[in-house]
Structure formats: structure tokens, C-alpha cells
């Protein structure tokens, strides 16, 4: 590929419920969900719950105002069962030799599970049914989306996997099983329509950012720990491995067939472009070093089975200058730094209009950009940009020229860029909603000046591409 031109398949195999919203349509007691923080308060005492110190002790109910020692998060167990973890991260359990409920147990089990019976109208928590998500994966993307995107200009899809891929058929709870079969298929539609495919871990063991995207139950970071660092690299090898085996096909009674070779998970895959280690890591909760260590070692088991994967490096979100990745070494070739640049989340972008945010794109974000590939270092992605802004009733004309400004921009990336999603319930979020309605005006005429293009041309249409202009 000259560059990437990518879409992300956000919402498919990670599920962000803010991607689709009816997806959770129906759940009963659908405001006791994974991280639901809860206070409980003794009827008959009209005192609080409290675990004292955030945790690591008796649980008391002696409390007369509810805080953080307080408030519990649950993690939901089956229809009505639930696990409740303190601000300390240990579970409330019942293993205690004098029957006293502690807050000091540091995994969930039996002991560390509870009824929550809710007395208006007997109405009982229902898990959402594993089905209806498995139905989510065989419908959300489909084969027709891969046609679409490749009629539409795009080369790349950027896939979000979570970590319990590994585990596949049978993850373990809380997760679906599934996912595993459903990149097999994006692979294969991949290959069917010239498109390459980049493998994202949006969601590590424990947790790397406490966001919904990354999978934590209730908003917790435990990710930088070794224990799920070590697992953590054990998605990556099982992602990346290549082996093959032999297979004998039987043309007729007559003669042997043909001796051919197969390719598995995915290191040989011929539309494998790259694996990124980590989306997003937090600034706040994941230190430099212990993160450039991992992606070094990381680094390494790609090398193990790929030569010419790509190796993404996501920078840290929050309070993170991306040029740490660029100084840190990671690797001696096909090294990628992959950028998220949103107008949103900060209330910097907040009260701006949308001339401003043009300007912030070519004044703020080019320069960077410039800087980076400078240091001649890793290539540099942007992995994650969406036409959308804080900028209240916008017109079309208005997204078109902000859209404008970011492809304008982003395509000095020297690896290229990918926007995030390819399908969403909010419009503008939704790369075909977008491309449909003109708000977004990308076109695939840009392939006329690929060398993809030009080699297709070659075979297919024969002595129109010499007259074609440039």
C-alpha cells in the first residue's frame, strides 16, 4: 500500500453500547448493569454500608452519610447474583470464619457473590442474552460492507478484538464467545475485496484505560501488573502466530490432486497489514516505562512470526506528549506510532466555532504532525478521527469543510489514517452515513494514483489506463 486509508469496525467484536444503544433494548433493570455504583443503606438502622479505607477489612454499617467508602461497584454475575467491589478493588466476601461480611477478598468467586432482591414489583436483574450478541455479530458487518469500502476508496479496516478472543469458543464471564470466527470472516472478506486489515487489542487483560472500550467491568485500571502484562503478550502471540499445515485434494480416482499449504492466525495472511499492541493506554494509570517495556516485547513476538507485519504503537491518551514513543526505541523496523486526534473530549474544543476548529486542525495539528515524521523514527498513524465536533447545528457545508481540513491534513501522515467507525447510531460518527449523505466528501477517485490501481488497470483494462489522465 502507498498509505492506509482505513475504517475502524468499532461496536463488532468489542461492543461500546453508545455505538448501539439497542442492543441493551429491553434488558430488565437495565440501571444495574457492570459498574453500576450502588450505596446500601440498613432499613433498620438507617446507617450505611461501609467498607472502611476503601477496603481490607471488616464491612461496617454504621455510617450516617454515604461517600467513597461507601460505594460499592457491581459486577453482575447471572440474573440475580452480583459481586460488589469496593474503592480499594477488593470484593466484599463472605468467608470469614465468624460469619462477618469483609472487604479483602482480591478475586470474585462463590463466596464473594450476592442476591440482590429489589422489592418493587419483585422485579429481577437478567443478564443480556448471549444469543442476541452472537446475532450482533453476524449482522452488524457483513461481507457487503467490505464491497462498500473498497468502491468507496478505503484499503484497510482497523479491527478492535478483545483480549478474551483467545479463549474462543468459551471466554469466560462475562464475555460471548464468537469473536474468533468473526475475524476469520473479516479476513476472508478482506481478501476477497483488495482490502488489507490491521488487528487492534482495543481491550488487554485488566483493563489498560478503565473505559467501556477496553472492556472494565466497573472503571477500574489494572492492566499494569505482570500477571496480566504476561497474558497480555499471550494474545499477542496467539494473534500473530503463523503456522500451516498441508492439505491433499482428491480430483478424481484417477490421479493424486494437488499438495497444497494453508496459512492460520494470522501472521501469514495475505491481507495481514499489522498488529497493534494496545488501544489506548492512560497516562494517568500506565507509567512509560512499564508500557515501552511491553511494546518492546511485544515488538518481538510479532518479529517471531512475521517479518513484514507492521507494529503499532498507540500513544497514551491524556497528559502524554506522543513524541515519547518516537524516542523510545521500540523496534528496528515496520515500527507504526498510531495518533488519535478527536475535537472533543476536552473542554478546550468546547466553546470553539467551527472556523476555529478548522484552524486548530491546520495550525495545531499539521505542525505536529511535520515534527514527528521529522525524528525519521516510526511511522506515524492516525488511527482514530471522526467528522465530528462540539460545534452546535452545523451545516453540511460546514462538515464538509472540517472533514476536508482533517483528510487534508491526516494524508501527511506517513503511514496513514483510519476513521473511527465505520457504523454508529450517532450520523456523524457513521464513516457510511457520512459518505452517503455527502457530509463527508472522500472519494475513491484517489486510487487512480495507487500503484494497486495501476496494476489492476494493467490486467484488467488493458490500454485505457495509458489515455486515463493524472
Known amino acids: 500500500l502507498s498509505k492506509v486509508r482505513a475504517v475502524n469496525l468499532g461496536g463488532w467484536l468489542v461492543v461500546e453500547g453508545w455505538i448501539k444503544p439497542s442492543l441493551f433494548d429491553g434488558i430488565?433493570?437495565?440501571d444495574m448493569l457492570d459498574g453500576t455504583q450502588v450505596q446500601l443503606r440498613s432499613v433498620v438502622l438507617n446507617k450505611y454500608v461501609s467498607a472502611a479505607n476503601g477496603g481490607g477489612s471488616n464491612v461496617t454499617v454504621d455510617r450516617d452519610v454515604?461517600?467513597?467508602?461507601?460505594?460499592?461497584?457491581?459486577?453482575?454475575?447471572?440474573?440475580?447474583?452480583?459481586?460488589?467491589?469496593?474503592?480499594?478493588?477488593?470484593?466484599?466476601t463472605s468467608d470469614s470464619e465468624d460469619g462477618l461480611i469483609l472487604a479483602t477478598a482480591k478475586e470474585p468467586s462463590s463466596t464473594e457473590t450476592f442476591y440482590?432482591?429489589?422489592?418493587?414489583?419483585?422485579?429481577?436483574?437478567?443478564?443480556?442474552?448471549?444469543?442476541?450478541?452472537?446475532?450482533?455479530?453476524?449482522?452488524?458487518?457483513?461481507?457487503?460492507?467490505?464491497?462498500?469500502?473498497?468502491?468507496?476508496?478505503?484499503?484497510?479496516?482497523?479491527?478492535?478484538?478483545?483480549?478474551?478472543?483467545?479463549?474462543?469458543?468459551?471466554?469466560?464471564?462475562?464475555?460471548?464467545?464468537?469473536?474468533?470466527?468473526?475475524?476469520?470472516?473479516?479476513?476472508?472478506?478482506?481478501?476477497?475485496?483488495?482490502?488489507?486489515?490491521?488487528?487492534?487489542?482495543?481491550?488487554?487483560?485488566?483493563?489498560?484505560?478503565?473505559?467501556?472500550?477496553?472492556?472494565?467491568?466497573?472503571?477500574?485500571?489494572?492492566?499494569p501488573s505482570p500477571r496480566y502484562?504476561?497474558?497480555?503478550?499471550?494474545?499477542?502471540?496467539?494473534?500473530?502466530?503463523?503456522?500451516?499445515f498441508f492439505y491433499h485434494i482428491i480430483l478424481?480416482?484417477?490421479?493424486?490432486g494437488f499438495l497444497g499449504l494453508v496459512f492460520c492466525r494470522y501472521g501469514g495472511h495475505p491481507s495481514l497489514l499489522g498488529i497493534e499492541l494496545l488501544n489506548e493506554p492512560s497516562a494517568a494509570t500506565v507509567p512509560l516505562d512499564v508500557l515501552v517495556s511491553y511494546y518492546m516485547r511485544g515488538y518481538q513476538i510479532v518479529r517471531n512470526h512475521s517479518s513484514t507485519a507492521y507494529v503499532i504503537l498507540c500513544q497514551r491518551i491524556g497528559n502524554a506528549d506522543p513524541i515519547e514513543l518516537f524516542q523510545a526505541g521500540v523496534g528496528l523496523s515496520d515500527v507504526v506510532v498510531d495518533l488519535h486526534y478527536y475535537n472533543l473530549f476536552d473542554p478546550y474544543f468546547a466553546s470553539m466555532n467551527?472556523?476555529?476548529?478548522?484552524?486548530?486542525?491546520?495550525?495545531?495539528?499539521?505542525?505536529?504532525?511535520q515534527s514527528l515524521k521529522d525524528t525519521n523514527g516510526p511511522l506515524v498513524f492516525i488511527g482514530e478521527w471522526?467528522?465530528?465536533?462540539?460545534?452546535?447545528?452545523?451545516?453540511?457545508?460546514?462538515?464538509?469543510?472540517?472533514?476536508?481540513?482533517q483528510l487534508d491534513v491526516y494524508a501527511n501522515a506517513n503511514f496513514g489514517w483510519s476513521y473511527w467507525t465505520l457504523k454508529n447510531d450517532r450520523m456523524h460518527w457513521d464513516f457510511k452515513w457520512n459518505i452517503q449523505n455527502k457530509y463527508l466528501l472522500f472519494s475513491g477517485s484517489s486510487l487512480l494514483n495507487s500503484p494497486s490501481f495501476l496494476l489492476l488497470a494493467a490486467f484488467g483494462w488493458g490500454t485505457y489506463l495509458i489515455i486515463m489522465p493524472r
Open 66 to 92: 454515604a461517600s467513597t467508602w461507601e460505594t460499592f461497584r457491581l459486577w453482575r454475575v447471572s440474573q440475580n447474583e452480583f459481586q460488589l467491589r469496593c474503592l480499594g478493588g477488593q470484593f466484599l
Open 252 to 256: 478424481n480416482h484417477r490421479n493424486g
Open 386 to 405: 471522526v467528522n465530528e465536533w462540539d460545534v452546535q447545528n452545523a451545516s453540511q457545508y460546514e462538515y464538509q469543510k472540517f472533514g476536508r481540513a
Open 28 to 30: 430488565p433493570n437495565g
Open 229 to 244: 502484562i504476561s497474558q497480555t503478550l499471550e494474545v499477542i502471540d496467539f494473534l500473530a502466530i503463523r503456522y500451516s
Open 116 to 223: 440482590i432482591e429489589r422489592n418493587d414489583g419483585s422485579v429481577h436483574i437478567k443478564l443480556l442474552n448471549g444469543g442476541y450478541v452472537q446475532e450482533h455479530r453476524t449482522s452488524f458487518i457483513t461481507a457487503s460492507d467490505f464491497d462498500f469500502l473498497s468502491r468507496h476508496g478505503i484499503n484497510t479496516v482497523r479491527i478492535p478484538v478483545g483480549w478474551w478472543i483467545t479463549k474462543d469458543p468459551y471466554p469466560p464471564s462475562p464475555f460471548i464467545g464468537g469473536s474468533l470466527s468473526a475475524l476469520d470472516l473479516a479476513f476472508s472478506w478482506a481478501q476477497s475485496y483488495g482490502l488489507k486489515c490491521i488487528i487492534d487489542l482495543h481491550a488487554a487483560p485488566g483493563s489498560q484505560n478503565g473505559m467501556e472500550h477496553s472492556a472494565s467491568r466497573d472503571g477500574s485500571v489494572d492492566w
Open 354 to 369: 467551527s472556523t476555529q476548529n478548522i484552524e486548530f486542525i491546520y495550525k495545531m495539528r499539521a505542525p505536529q504532525l
